[in-house]
């Protein structure tokens, strides 16, 4: 079973950049498209990127904004976020799917990670 945990959660000022990051446990982590999805508090989930097992991404959120990348040699996907506003506050999840393709539809995920909390705020 594939576990995820994100990290880089923080409290930035709006104009601010954040860089999130997803880990995997497990060596076959490059078999899996990943994906970054956000639930800001009284909205549903949505996805903001995802990228795929040959590292070519995806940007459904804001492409002007975040960038996604991926190091397989360290089992981990990146969230570059900039020019974050108040409306970003939300808890951002990383999600693992199999097979080569991303997707932005959250029940094409297998596994999710626990989530993380970026504020943007004053």
């Known amino acids: 079973q594939l576990q995820l945990v994100e990290s880089g959660g923080d409290l930035v000022q709006p104009g601010g950049s954040l860089t999130l990051s997803c880990a995997a446990s497990?060596?076959?982590?490059?078999?899996?498209?990943i994906g970054w999805f956000r639930q800001a508090p009284g909205k549903e989930r949505e996805a903001i990127s995802c990228?795929?097992?040959?590292?070519?991404s995806t940007i459904y959120a804001d492409p002007i904004r975040f960038t996604i990348s991926r190091d397989n040699a360290k089992n981990a996907v990146y969230l570059q976020m900039n020019s974050l506003r108040p409306e970003d506050t939300a808890v951002y999840y990383c999600?693992?799917?199999?097979?080569?393709?991303?997707?932005?539809?959250?029940?094409?995920?297998?596994?999710w990670g626990q989530g993380i909390q970026v504020t943007v705020s004053s």
């Open positions: 999600a693992a799917k199999g097979g080569i393709w991303c997707g932005s539809a959250q029940n094409d995920y297998d596994y």
């Open positions: 990228v795929s097992t040959s590292g070519h």
């Open positions: 497990q060596f076959s982590f490059k078999s899996y498209s």
